[in-house]
């Protein structure tokens, strides 16, 4: 990392000889002060000490290496507009969310630093205990320093930090005004990589827990990070901060009491809704267009429109934070429920009475034998629709990999990119009418394609009644030579055997589906896999397992999504690290 490397510190590793994680904490600090106080690399006096955890009776501890992470945009730029107390603050960030060692990137955090002194009228937080334009006030700088190098670093700076900034506020000051000096310090403050990144270090010793060789309890300023980033998506609020303090982080008790806090505000509504729109890829990926810009033909499709899928897209958010926060929370709920929050046009793309115009939303219920949780909605179908006809491969394949949690290997170089239209073909000399199950199963039920397939198909297959838009259909019609036709729709399908699930399970239509996924082990498990990448912004391997089994709901518990997350805030891997290469 060049911030490291050019202050004579090569990894974090380099600093493993500092005693404790405070004077690990603090030698990182020195060695990426932007403005050259003078300090150089080390370790430095300790200050105060760490509480133990509480132990694990029965249970030897073991996580898995995980290396240094860093902030994502979003993150940044909340945590900032927290800080400050700006709310309409936007910032342009290098998209990477590895480690800061391009130019373009250094240079991107340095202008956001800029930004947001530039819109210093717009602060809504009293950043500077004092007024600026008055005379030098060293209380008013040590004040600065610790009360916000506490929020930005998300932990109490001890005395050696505290002497690093102020002196260097003391180098500015030579050539600065009172004021402007401060505002260095506040610059170097927002780009440190103690901001930005998740410095990790964990505390001695193994507060009473059998840990495995290796794997350190995180101190409770680090667990209230994560808690913080899971939950919020920003920076911990100074009642968190408070209770790392205090030592109440230090128990798996006190950070679920804490988790529960932060899931009664309303920034975790906000964490949920992105959280769904995530994992139903309506954003897009680079496999696929996002929700607003996957192509419809107007021809086929005339209602499409902006307004519409922005209809759909605030559907399924407020289905998802409803379910969660205001209903009964259980997963079964997500893929089974009829209601639907819908305006003028998306009521007339589902059939039902609503609103008459685009402006106003309300909750309706949706026919109960077409429509069934959050996989029958037009938002999903649509991301999983092709131009003109509904997709069962491009279905199929998401819920088996995203839903089921079973991976597909890329198709093989011989793979067919002719479109699955249905519709009116030749074959053999004369002109046949196929539907979109009988066009799929005709160019992917041999070769080297059928293996994957015969797991894709028949999940697909089960919403053949939904066209690209979303719309529910009971023939598929269509128009050649001879005149219009109707083609009778065959929704038949299956769950395969994943997993858990030792055996497959038959369904007929969407919502048969929903109800078949609703009941799976699988897909429990694969949803508690999900929140656990939200987590800690990493695939769970072998040594994860147990957390991840631990947090998962079984379903005749009657366990909702909200006691999931609470169970992933207290559980092994949350709580603990191991560091990359230990």
């Not at 955090?109 to 007024?131: H, K, M, Q, Y």
């Not at 409770?220 to 990070?225: N, V």
């Not at 994992?279 to 680079?286: F, K, P, Q």
């Not at 597909?408 to 009116?424: E, F, H, I, M, Y």
Request: aromatic content about 6%; overall charge negative.
């Amino acid at each position: 990392m060049e911030w490291t490397k050019a202050n004579g510190v090569k990894s974090l590793g380099d600093l493993e000889g500092c005693a404790t994680p405070r004077r690990r904490r603090a030698a990182l600090l020195g060695a990426i002060a932007l403005a050259a106080s003078g300090l150089t690399p080390g370790c430095v006096g300790d200050v105060g000490g760490d509480r133990g955890g509480s132990p694990s009776e029965g249970e030897v501890v073991d996580v898995a290496p995980a290396g240094m992470r860093r902030m994502t945009p979003e993150q940044f730029t909340s945590s900032m507009r927290d800080l400050f107390g700006d709310p309409a603050l936007e910032l342009d960030l290098d998209r990477d969310a590895g480690e800061v060692t391009s130019l373009l990137a250094v240079d991107k955090l340095n202008a956001a630093a800029e930004a947001i002194v530039a819109r210093r009228a717009s602060w809504g937080t009293s950043v500077f205990p004092c007024d600026t334009r008055g005379d030098d006030d060293e209380t008013c700088v040590d004040r600065f320093v610790r009360a916000f190098g506490r929020r930005a670093f998300r932990h109490t700076l001890d005395e050696a930090e505290v002497a690093m900034l102020e002196r260097q506020y003391a180098e500015a000051r030579k050539e600065q005004s009172f004021e402007d000096a401060l505002l260095v310090v506040l610059r170097t403050m927002i780009q440190s990589p103690s901001v930005y990144y998740f410095v990790e270090l964990g505390r001695e010793g193994d507060g009473g827990e059998a840990l495995a060789s290796g794997v350190r309890p995180l101190t409770g300023w680090e667990r209230a990070a994560r808690l913080s980033y899971f939950l919020w998506n920003t920076t911990p609020d100074d009642a968190l901060l408070d209770a790392a303090e205090s030592g109440a982080l230090d128990s798996a008790e006190g950070v679920r009491a804490q988790a529960e806090r932060l899931l009664s505000d309303d920034r975790a509504r906000a964490t949920a809704r992105r959280f769904f729109a995530d994992w139903l890829e309506l954003d897009g990926t680079n496999k696929h267009a996002s929700l607003e810009s996957a192509p419809k033909s107007p021809d086929v499709y005339p209602e499409d429109s902006p307004a519409l899928r922005a209809a759909m897209r605030t559907e399924i958010e407020a289905l998802a934070e409803r379910v969660l926060f205001e209903g009964d929370g259980r997963f079964e709920t997500l893929l089974t429920t009829t209601e639907a929050y819908v305006n003028g046009p998306l009521a007339a793309l589902y059939g039902v009475e609503g609103p008459a115009d685009e402006s106003t939303f309300s909750w309706v219920s949706l026919p109960g034998d077409q429509r069934a949780g959050i996989f029958t909605r037009a938002a999903f179908l649509s991301v999983f629709g092709s131009l003109e006809v509904k997709s069962p491969i491009r279905r199929g394949a998401y819920i088996l990999e995203q839903v089921l949690c079973r991976p597909l290997g890329p198709p093989p170089p011989n793979a067919s990119d002719v479109p699955v239209k249905g519709g009116a073909v030749e074959e053999n000399g004369a002109l046949v009418r196929r539907t979109v199950r009988e066009d799929v199963l005709a160019k992917t039920s041999s070769g080297s394609c059928a293996g994957c397939h015969a797991a894709i198909n028949p999940i697909g297959f089960a919403f053949e009644h939904y066209d690209a838009l979303g719309r529910w259909q009971a023939q598929e019609r269509g128009e050649d030579t001879t005149g219009p036709y109707a083609l009778d729709i065959d929704a038949r399908g299956s769950l395969p055997a994943v997993g858990p699930d030792r055996e497959g399970v038959e369904v007929d239509g969407g919502v048969a589906l929903s109800a078949a996924l609703a009941a799976s082990a699988a897909a429990r498990g694969c949803l508690t896999r999900r929140f656990f990448q939200a987590a800690l912004r990493r695939v769970p391997i072998d040594q994860d397992l147990a957390s991840v089994e631990a947090a998962t709901p079984a379903p005749e518990s009657g366990g909702s999504m909200r006691d999931l997350l609470l169970a992933l805030t207290t559980s092994n891997a949350f709580l603990h690290l191991r560091r990359a290469g230990e």
